[in-house]
């Protein structure tokens, strides 16, 4: 059962892994994070590689395959109570099998099972570095008109929050006026300036982080045990983005992390030992092509 004494972490372990097809649009994307060395003497890097292929199944059908690649790169300036050289290097692959149907004239059924692998890979992978994730959701959209709006409801189901039952999915994108548009949900929320049809600033809230095994046990001081490593991040960035294509555009965020936790968690999820509690600045950029 899922321990989270932490309203911020709760939240994260919740929504971060339930970014697959269902709430993402891309089908290609190269994403580049960085956050520098705060006041608790850790940095973060990560590199993220996502390709989804549809293939059309008939004029209302299509099954989507495809992976997400994500390395994070950790390091530490400070010393730590126990060995942490194999706290340096994180993976986590996601394999993803969707399918999008015509349920109505007005809404499309989305559904997507999402094997993932999360770990340090020390050494071959094993069951505790398997994790499960599905979601289902109802699309909406209505992109042509005086204020286009696309809206989705769906549940999803995480193995990494330890919950038993599926959670609910709300999203909800609309252009009320020819200069301003918003995305209402989680993990992000923004507003939009559009400067022109290519080129857009935003302002936006929004959650990130990992939820990732560690296949050897760190034995802490105290006789605790480390088994996995989370990090939730509550982050105020602003952005711009700037299409080369109606689907293609090139994106950067810059902002800082209004909350952080780093955490060893036991087998449990319970928090063991607190790594990082310091806010600090957050530098993203990529490349992608959306389906909208």
């Not at 292929?53 to 395959?65: Q, S, T």
């Not at 997400?68 to 993803?96: A, K, M, R």
Request: net charge positive; charged share 20%; glycine share 6%.
């Amino acid at each position: 059962m899922l321990r989270c004494r932490h309203v911020l972490a709760c939240t994260s372990l919740i929504f971060l892994a339930m970014d697959g097809f269902a709430q993402s649009s891309d089908v290609l994307r190269i994403d580049y994070l960085r956050i520098p060395k705060n006041a608790s003497g850790i940095e973060t890097s990560r590199y993220k590689f996502l390709l989804n292929i549809p293939i059309k199944l008939n004029e209302d059908n299509y099954l989507v395959a495809g992976a997400e690649y994500n390395q994070f790169d950790v390091g530490y300036s400070v010393e730590l109570p126990f060995d942490n050289s194999e706290l340096d290097t994180f993976h986590i692959v996601d394999f993803n099998l969707g399918h999008i149907t015509k349920w109505n004239e007005n809404w499309r059924l989305i559904t997507v099972v999402t094997p993932r692998l999360a770990s340090n890979f020390v050494k071959s992978p094993d069951g505790d570095d398997f994790f499960f994730n599905a979601t289902a959701t109802f699309l909406k959209d209505v992109p042509e008109g005086d204020k286009p709006f696309r809206l989705v409801l769906g549940l999803s189901f995480n193995s990494t929050t330890g919950l038993p039952f599926p959670l609910p999915l709300v999203s909800y994108y609309k252009r009320f006026h020819p200069k301003w548009s918003y995305t209402l949900g989680i993990p992000r929320t923004n507003f939009r300036y559009h400067l022109t049809e290519k080129q857009f600033l935003q302002a936006s809230v929004l959650l990130d982080g990992y939820f990732i095994n560690i296949q050897n046990d760190i034995a802490l001081p105290d006789g605790r045990t480390g088994s996995r490593i989370s990090l939730s991040a509550l982050v105020a960035a602003l952005g711009y983005q700037y299409r080369i294509a109606k689907r293609t555009s090139f994106y950067v965020l810059m902002g800082h992390t209004i909350e952080q936790e780093g955490i060893l968690r036991n087998d449990k999820r319970d928090n063991v030992f607190t790594l990082n509690r310091d806010g600090n600045f957050y530098l993203r950029g990529g490349f992608k092509i959306s389906i909208f």
